[in-house]
């Protein structure tokens, strides 16, 4: 079964801050990961897919990194800004039909 | 249009009345998904369609849940005499690839309470 850690669970910096949110999941045998942003009361918006051949995306000031063999993944936020606070959430694919995520990383960025 | 479009975006029932939570998908979009995200929980799957055939209802928690996908673009998720722990923020994405091989896209959700 496939199961899906991030890790901090919280995070609070000040702006300008570069950072480092994990993902971990149990089952390598991945096709793809996807990175989701989602402010509060409102739906998940995609930020990055990485594909299983692929070994990091970009877009912007984000960065996104996979390790299949070692089941990781890791969002690089350079020069947080306020706006970038959500929750940010990692979801991989699990059978053929459904992604699994994790519990996300909130994130509080304060000026 | 544009993007996921769900309605309603808030609703409040009594417990035991039925709800029907609708989703527009995206134009063209083949698969398409439910979701719910309970307070301080995570996305839990619920359903998935390939046009409007539902190839996995594995997480469907009880028969009082059913959904149904007509002219492979809207969806209906229905929920028969509420319970308080259905009270959720009920999710649906959309995606252009078959199966779950491709980028999701989210609606905004639908925020039921059950008093």
């Known amino acids: 079964k496939q199961e899906v850690t991030q890790i901090p669970a919280a995070l609070s910096v000040p702006e300008g801050e570069n950072l480092v949110l994990n993902c971990s999941f149990t089952?390598?045998?991945?096709?793809?990961l996807q990175w989701f942003r989602q402010d509060p009361g409102k739906g998940l918006t995609s930020l990055l897919l990485?594909?299983?051949?692929?070994r990091e995306q970009t877009s912007g000031r984000l960065n996104a990194s996979l390790d299949k063999s070692s089941g990781r993944s890791t969002l690089y936020i350079a020069a947080s800004q306020p706006g970038d606070s959500a929750t940010y959430l990692c979801?991989?694919?699990?059978?053929?039909?459904?992604?699994?995520f994790g519990t996300g990383t909130r994130l509080q960025v304060f000026p | 249009g544009a993007g996921v479009s769900q309605s309603p975006s808030n609703k409040v029932t009594e417990k035991g009345k039925d709800v029907e939570l609708r989703c527009d998908p995206i134009?063209?979009?083949?698969?398409l998904y439910w979701y719910r995200q309970s307070l301080g929980q995570g996305l839990e799957f619920l359903i998935y369609?390939?046009?409007?055939?539902?190839?996995?209802k594995s997480g469907l928690p009880s028969d009082r849940f059913s959904a149904e996908r007509t002219g492979g673009s809207v969806s209906t998720l229905t929920i028969q005499r509420t319970q308080q722990e259905d009270s959720a923020v009920y999710l649906c994405?959309?995606?252009?690839?078959?199966?779950?091989?491709?980028?999701?896209?989210f609606g905004e959700g639908s925020r039921l309470t059950v008093l």
């Open positions: 369609f390939q046009g409007n055939s539902a190839p996995d």
């Open positions: 990485i594909q299983s051949s692929q």
């Open positions: 089952d390598s045998a991945i096709y793809n």
């Open positions: 979801a991989v694919p699990y059978n053929t039909d459904k992604l699994i």
């Open positions: 134009s063209g979009h083949t698969a």
């Open positions: 994405a959309s995606s252009p690839s078959r199966g779950n091989t491709g980028e999701l896209f």
